[in-house]
Each structure stands twice: as C-alpha cells, then as structure tokens.
C-alpha cells in the first residue's frame, strides 16, 4: 500500500467495498472485544472526505504510540478484497502514525456493517473526534451522510410537498450536529464548487455564504471565475458580487470577459466606509478590545446572521 502524505487525502479510491463472508475471530466480532490485526491488512475508507493530520499532529501522534502503545482501538469492518481483509471505519491517523512508529499491528474493534452504516460511522466518528475541521471536509461528510440515510430509507413521509424527502434526510444529518439544516443544506451546496474554489474557502480566501451563491454556476463559468481570482490576487467575492454572478448565469451562459468585469468592477467592489458609535455596542465587548478583536468579532457575528436566514430552495 502506498504511503500515506499528510495533507492529501489518499482515500478517495474505487468504492467495491462489500462485507465479507469470511471467517474471522468469531468472539471479538460478538461481542466488539478488540483484537490485534495487521496493518497491512488494512484498507482506508472508499470514501473518506477528511484529511490526514499535518506532519507535526501526525508525528506528536506516533511518538505517543511509542510510548504509550494505542489507547483506543480503530474501528474496521471485514471487506472482500484482493490485497486487504479490512476497511478502516475510525483511526486512519492512528493507523499511520503506528506506521511511521514502526509499528506493524494495532488494536482493533471489529464490526461487520453494511456501507451505508459504515459511511455514517465513519462520518460521525470523524466530527466527534477531530478539534478543527474544514469546510470542505464537512461539506462531502455531511453529503456522504446524507446519501447513505437516504439509502437506508430513513426519511419519514412528509406531508409537505415544498419540503419531500430530501429535507427530511438533512433533517436527520442536522440533529446529530449543532448546525441547523438549511445550514447542512448549504455545506452540501459547496460540494458543487471546483475543487480550486473549494481550496479557497477553505483558505477563507472565498468566504462561506458568497461560495454557497457561487455553487450554482457551472463548471465552465467556475473555471473562468478561478481564473479571474487567481490573476488578479487582491480581489475577493463579496456577498453582491456572488449574487450578481448567479442571477446572471440564470439567464444564459457567463463569459470569461462577464465575469471579469463583475469581479473587478470597482463601482461593484468599493466598500463604503462606516462607522458604529462606540456607545451602542459597549455592552457586548471589554474595554480593551482591539480593532482586530473588534473587526473579527463583527465579521463572525454577520456570517452566523446570514448562515441562519431561511432558505427556500438550494436545487437548481
């Protein structure tokens, strides 16, 4: 098996995945007791939307191995394959962190479950257990999630034609995180965006709310859009910007040349200077705020505004 690069995500392979008949320690299956397994028996999740930890995580990681061996066993379930015998539902970082240990076996809980219970095992185990994680990790997780609800048929009827199935799936998605569901409903919509745009707002060089507009164009008219950002670096995509681009390709097809010129129009780009009397907002801040603390916090406080406004429809 390839070795792992912090960083990348190394496990987005062919999903021909399926639960194996084989006989395997029949007791620690039972009664979910750990066992000893081989790493190189182990094959990462088919679908495995986060990313592996950076190089300093990673080797803090391992150096504990040496020390203290693996405290919690990863979870795997049993797989047909020609090369490996199991999927690694939970701890691929600390797989390879035993790896660079130069640890060759690791404790393991296994499970047999079927894909759509190991998508949601696995997503869920990730967002419990991870201190930080991307937008784009959380948009393809809560989308993988998602499918997988809807493949075990978990959505209730609704009696509201507006809403279908399809809410009621995200309805379940939201109850298990602190996000609301149209705010499910818009990590979903990133997973629309070219991965160059993903990687911005990952860089928060593209912010939430105007990449969730910008979702709605096509992949030819994001292309274009990358382009024009990655020429000219000191331009963003305000909140107007991202609105006038999709209500434009609603129309007909952008240009490259129409989606310059509404990125670097200035008459569209200028941001008018404001001022809030200190008096009026005393009371939610310390008397040793600094501008930047100020400026911050007021950002955070307009996007958790604007992420729970009400959303009528995110399909095309």
């Keep these: 098996m390839a070795s792992f690069k912090a960083g990348a995500n190394p496990f ?8 194996s008949k084989k006989k395997i320690d029949a007791s620690a299956k039972s009664n979910n007791e750990p066992t000893t397994l081989e790493i190189s028996k182990l094959k990462p999740f088919s679908k495995h939307p986060f990313k592996m930890y950076n190089d300093e995580k990673l080797n803090s990681l391992s150096e504990s191995i040496k020390t203290h061996g693996v405290i919690s066993p990863i979870l795997v379930r049993p797989i047909e394959d020609d090369k490996y015998e199991y999927e690694i539902i939970a701890g691929h970082n600390r797989v390879q962190a035993s790896r660079i240990a130069g640890i060759d076996e690791i404790p393991s809980t296994i499970k047999e479950m079927d894909n759509e219970t190991a ?23 809560y989308k993988y999630k998602l499918e997988a609800i809807k493949a075990q048929g978990k959505q209730r009827d609704s009696t509201s034609a507006q809403v279908g199935r399809k809410l009621e799936a995200a309805d379940i998605v939201a109850g298990d ?8 409903k818009r990590y979903i919509r990133l ?18 709310i105007p990449a969730v507009e910008l979702s709605y164009l096509s992949k030819k008219e994001q292309g274009y859009l990358n382009d024009v950002l990655t020429r000219e670096e000191n331009f963003g995509v305000p909140m107007k910007q991202a609105s006038i681009l999709k209500n434009m390709s609603k129309s007909k097809p952008l240009t490259y040349e129409q989606i310059d010129k509404v990125i670097t129009d200035k008459s569209s780009n200028e941001v008018s200077m404001f001022k809030v009397s200190y008096k009026k907002v005393q009371d939610f801040f310390p008397k040793t705020v600094t501008p930047k603390e100020f400026e911050e916090t007021l950002i955070e406080a307009l996007e958790y505004y604007f992420e729970n406004q009400p959303v009528v429809n995110f399909d095309r």
Excluded: C, G, H, Y
């Design 191 to 208: 997973t629309n965006l070219i991965t160059p745009l993903l990687e911005k707002v990952d860089e928060r060089k593209l912010m939430f």
């Design 177 to 184: 995180t602190d996000e609301s569901r149209n705010q499910v």
């Design 12 to 19: 987005d392979v062919p999903n021909t995945l399926f639960p």
């Design 119 to 141: 998508t949601i095992l696995m997503v869920d185990s990730n967002l419990e257990q991870r201190e930080s994680i991307l937008p784009s990790e959380k948009a393809f997780a």
